[in-house]
């Protein structure tokens, strides 16, 4: 499984945007890069998953970097409802689901 | 049902007894996860049921705990001679592979309080 090395916290303001960034140096050349976030007292939630391309949907974009070393969440105008730990998961198709430590986003009003 | 469902939603039990924790995954998921999370800790993977392959049970923290799989649907957890370490909120997962949408829906959980 590949390494990922993110943040343990992050601030951002209300209404503006948050870049959640993650390392994934090891990461092989199958493996889809998948993000999970965890609100308190809830189970994980999918926010979004890409290969290559930058991906986006109506919870966040997904930016990966070229060579696929790294990869950037980003929440457009984060809410009060978007605070919550961010799990970036770097998974070969079929493969397990295993969390990491991932970071811990505030989100000031 | 819509998602993955869980029972019981709350489990109070002495310690050295058994318990079974049951998830009903998503309809016509292949892959099915049990994962456990002691309080104000991280997710910790347990086991990984994937079609008719043999399950991952590499996160199994000792053999009192065990889970199974039946017909591809249903699983349950068991956890013999309980321990006061193991209480945690037990969450199950399932997600449709076999395309390219393996995003993963988790229940909502089962609290585990060993006394």
């Known amino acids: 499984d590949a390494k990922t090395t993110q943040p343990n916290s992050m601030e951002s303001n209300e209404e503006e945007p948050v870049h959640l960034p993650c390392n994934h140096s090891?990461?092989?050349?199958?493996?889809?890069i998948h993000w999970y976030r965890q609100l308190p007292s809830q189970g994980p939630e999918y926010v979004i998953h890409?290969?290559?391309s930058n991906v986006n949907n109506r919870m966040a974009s997904l930016a990966i970097a070229e060579d696929r070393k790294s990869s950037t969440l980003i929440l457009h105008r984060a809410t009060l409802r978007d605070a919550a730990v961010y799990y970036c998961?770097?998974?070969?198709?079929?493969?397990?689901?295993?969390f990491g430590a991932g970071t811990i986003l505030r989100v000031k009003s | 049902g819509a998602g993955v469902s869980q029972s019981p939603s709350n489990k109070v039990t002495e310690k050295g007894k058994d318990v079974e924790l049951r998830c009903d995954p998503i309809?016509?998921?292949?892959?099915l996860y049990w994962y456990r999370q002691s309080l104000g800790q991280g997710l910790e993977f347990l086991i990984y049921?994937?079609?008719?392959?043999?399950?991952?049970k590499s996160g199994l923290p000792s053999d009192r705990f065990s889970a199974e799989r039946t017909g591809g649907s249903v699983s349950t957890l068991t956890i013999q001679r309980t321990q006061q370490e193991d209480s945690a909120v037990y969450l199950c997962?399932?997600?449709?592979?076999?395309?390219?949408?393996?995003?993963?829906?988790f229940g909502q959980g089962t609290r585990l309080t060993v006394v």
């Open positions: 997962a399932s997600s449709l592979t076999g395309s390219l949408n393996t995003e993963a829906f």
């Open positions: 049921f994937q079609g008719n392959s043999a399950p991952d």
């Open positions: 309809s016509g998921h292949t892959a």
């Open positions: 998961i770097p998974m070969e198709y079929g493969n397990k689901l295993v």
């Open positions: 890409g290969l290559t």
């Open positions: 090891t990461i092989s050349g199958t493996d889809y």
